[in-house]
């Protein structure tokens, strides 16, 4: 294979400013082809340096092989290249002429969920590989469900090995037809099938000659052209402030600035606002972004508020438009992913992180525990959540938190666990109900499991 000397269709900055950007993860089960495919991708869009090309040639001799194994693009650690597998999630960037890309490639083994969290809590697009030999299987539908779980808008079915069932349409089509619909009882809004061989390169960057009767798009063109939304200015504004700016000099004496990021929504100089958790309200009396003063600011720039009372604000709080301000809460339900090896249990003590804000909570109650090997049955009232569990919690936090429902905002209504003794993460957390759909088996069993443990946990030294 001749090495090339990198992508043959460079952008210029005008150009790449012009273009949209795409977050989308992968995802497949064990020897499905999914590095293979990342790695076929990024070579057949010219996205591969020469350097990178030639340590792959070397490692695929040094392995026996013939032809560049170019799962080996994406599977950088030694452990991966040895065992054939993908381990950790790998972030890799590249651009066409049309948008620009970061892919969070993830893990497929079952002990690996927790990455795949990891690598799509912020994709807007989520490709699942199957094997077209093997179907739709338990894990296929884990990633599914992860998917749905994090509200990812764009799911595309990429069927690979097309080439070992010799590209049958039935099988490709049977396949399709079980996995949209159950990702479909999982409220998964879109689906996208593709038939693809990751190896030979059909129907990933270019159509393949050998199925003619498909006439969707390839992998690629789906991912430049499916539609995505960064405009988050039709959302509540929502400003959690990261610090306070308080030069005192000469030229600036009285000068009290909030500095943070614009999550969501938009504001404006005279806008009436609340600042959350205190509860008073005030006018934005300016704006400064990269050094000058501006009227408007959106999401997600990142500004600096100047307010006309002088206020207690710190870092942590939030400075919402009050007509659309959230609500406080110290109670929080919400659908969980554990990360840790250490199991999570009713009266753990741990800190909850949100936005900006980090704040003592306690764990009231464990509702169930998701079973994603039959779509989303409940396992009630389970004693904990070990690692990679899905679950319900009600969490009691020591101060009150604008949190919004995770369906309503995946920034604000998204917060994780930290065990508050060395600052391990230790959950993933989406408060209110993160599935579309209601998980079979209802929630009555667990919500009277929620006021039953309220006064069962021991809250000595924790007050609230």
Known sequence: ????????????????????????????????????????????????????????????????????????????????????????????????????????????HVQYTRNMVTGASTAELAVVLVDARNG?????????????????????????????????????????????????????????????SALAGDNVVEPSAHMDWYGGPTVLEHLETVPVSHDLTGCPARFPVQYVIRPQTPEHPDYRGYAGQIVSGLLRVGDAVTVLPSGRTTTVSGIDALGEAVDTAWAPQSVTVLLADDLDISRGDMIAPTATAPALTQDIRATVCHLHERPLRIGDRVLLKHTTRSVKAIVKALPYRID??????????????????????????????????????????????????????????????AFAVKAQDGTGTADKKDTAAGGAADDKGWDF
């Open 372 to 433: 994603l090997s039959h779509g989303l049955a409940h396992d009630n009232e389970p004693a904990e959540l070990a690692v990679n569990d899905i679950g319900a919690v009600l969490l009691r936090t020591a101060e009150p938190l604008p949190v919004d429902a995770y369906a309503d905002s995946r920034l604000t209504g998204s917060f994780l666990l930290v065990d508050p003794a060395d600052g391990t993460t230790l959950t993933a957390g989406m408060a209110g109900e």
């Open 1 to 108: 294979m001749t090495a090339t000397t990198g992508p043959t269709n460079p952008l210029t900055a005008e150009q790449l400013s012009a273009t949209t950007l795409l977050r989308f993860a992968t995802a497949g089960s064990v020897d499905d082809g999914k590095s293979t495919l990342v790695g076929r991708l990024l070579h057949d869009s010219k996205s591969v340096l020469t350097d990178q090309l030639e340590a792959v040639e070397r490692a695929s001799l040094g392995r026996g092989q013939e032809a560049p194994d170019l799962a080996l693009l994406t599977d950088g650690l030694r452990a991966e290249r040895e065992q054939g597998i993908t381990i950790d999630v790998a972030y890799r960037y590249f651009a066409t002429a049309r948008r620009r890309f970061i892919l969070a490639d993830t893990p497929g």
């Open 136 to 196: 739709v299987i338990e894990q296929t539908r884990r990633h599914a469900a992860v998917a749905a779980l994090l509200r990812v808008p764009h799911v595309v079915l990429a069927v690979n090995k097309m080439d070992l069932v010799e590209y049958a349409e039935p099988v490709f089509a049977a396949i399709a037809e079980e996995f949209t619909a159950y990702a479909a009882s999982l409220g998964v809004p879109e689906v996208t099938a593709i038939p693809i």
